[in-house]
C-alpha cells in the first residue's frame, strides 16, 4: 500500500503546477481522495477532496477557484493556477486513511 506524489517544484508567482498522487498495492476507486498541505512551522491544512466517482468535489475557501481536483481511477491530480506565495508547502495526499510521502511546491515571489 503506497501512495506517491509528484509534480512539486520551484515556480514563480502567478505560475501553475500539477500534483499526481498514484496509489499502488490495493484498488482505491472506491475511497474518496484529498489534498493536505503543510507549511513550515504550521499544522497540516486540508485543500481540496473528491469522492470516489468524481461527482463532488470541496476546497479550501484560499484556493477556490485557482486549484482543481480531479482523479482518474488509482490517480489523484492537483491543478494548482495562479500561485501564490503563501501556497508555498508540502503537499500530502490521503487515500482510505493512508498519507504519501509529500512533494515540496515553493512559489517565489
Known amino acids: 500500500v503506497q501512495l506517491a506524489e509528484s509534480g512539486g517544484g520551484l515556480v514563480q508567482a502567478g505560475g501553475s503546477l500539477r500534483l499526481s498522487c498514484a496509489a499502488s498495492g490495493r484498488t482505491y476507486t472506491t475511497y474518496a481522495a484529498g489534498w493536505y498541505r503543510q507549511a513550515p512551522g504550521k499544522d497540516r491544512e486540508f485543500v481540496a477532496i473528491i469522492t470516489w466517482d468524481g461527482g463532488s468535489t470541496s476546497y479550501a475557501d484560499s484556493v477556490k477557484g485557482r486549484f482543481t481536483i480531479s482523479r482518474d481511477r488509482n490517480t489523484v491530480f492537483l491543478q494548482m493556477n495562479t500561485l501564490k506565495p503563501e501556497d508555498t508547502a508540502i503537499y500530502y495526499c490521503?487515500?482510505?486513511?493512508?498519507w504519501g510521502q509529500g512533494t515540496q511546491v515553493t512559489v517565489s515571489s
Open positions: 490521503n487515500m482510505a486513511g493512508y
